[in-house]
């Protein structure tokens, strides 16, 4: 089962930021949060990571609050082209570890 | 491309037929998975390959799901007896056992539609 819980949907206005919460309040010491993404008809794709400190790449920002039980993916500034399904998963660093999805969060980013 | 491959892209099968997906992974990574996707729903895991051996093949739904990677490189995962609830995208995935972000690289999956 997925250790994180994420809203079913969300939208925001192209050019805003987009700040997509995600609850992983059973997280254990050694695993981090990935965020990854699906647009339709793709398969996911690796957005950040991070463990316990805030992480920024030219994709987005991962700010993890200290206790680690929830975070929140930011996109600065929003364009029609991240209208995507975005997925908040808990695990370990190792590449032999999978991922669990759970439902994701389907963001609409509107005109 | 440098990316993970997989075919066919789309396949029609007829209730009770064979059917074999196939995965590239990229060149050098170890670890290879399969997720089946249904529509609306996110990824399941099905199995994982590292190298030429299956470790854990935990989410493979029934006995008719046979996932193979003989040189560890590419990937067939055969469906026997195929059924409606069989439709669904087959996702391959690949990745280095170390890497600095663990990242997953996804092919863009096999939509498999049974009649």
């Known amino acids: 089962d997925a250790k994180t819980t994420q809203p079913t949907s969300m939208d925001c206005a192209e050019g805003r930021a987009a700040n997509l919460p995600c609850n992983h309040s059973?997280?254990?010491?050694?695993?981090?949060v990935y965020w990854y993404r699906q647009i339709h008809s793709q398969g996911p794709q690796y957005i950040i990571h991070?463990?316990?400190n805030n992480e920024t790449n030219e994709m987005a920002s991962l700010i993890i609050t200290e206790d680690r039980k929830s975070s929140t993916l930011i996109l600065p500034h929003a364009t029609l082209r991240d209208t995507a399904v975005y997925y908040c998963?808990?695990?370990?660093?190792?590449?032999?570890?999978?991922?669990?999805f759970g439902q994701g969060t389907r963001l609409t980013i509107n005109p | 491309g440098a990316g993970v491959s997989q075919s066919p892209r789309y396949k029609v099968a007829k209730r009770g037929q064979d059917v074999a997906l196939r995965c590239d992974p990229i060149?050098?990574?170890?670890?290879l998975f399969w997720y089946q996707q249904a529509l609306g729903q996110g990824p399941e895991f099905l199995t994982y390959?590292?190298?030429?051996?299956?470790?854990?093949k935990s989410g493979l739904p029934s006995d008719r799901f046979f996932a193979e990677r003989p040189e560890g490189s590419v990937s067939t995962l055969k469906i026997q007896r195929t059924q409606q609830e069989d439709s669904a995208v087959y996702l391959c995935?690949?990745?280095?056992?170390?890497?600095?972000?663990?990242?997953?690289?996804f092919g863009e999956g096999s939509r498999l539609t049974v009649l």
């Open positions: 998963i808990v695990r370990g660093l190792q590449g032999a570890q999978k991922l669990v």
């Open positions: 390959f590292q190298n030429e051996a299956q470790l854990d």
């Open positions: 059973t997280i254990s010491g050694n695993e981090y």
């Open positions: 060149s050098g990574h170890v670890s």
């Open positions: 991070g463990l316990k």
């Open positions: 995935a690949s990745s280095r056992l170390e890497s600095f972000t663990g990242e997953l690289f």
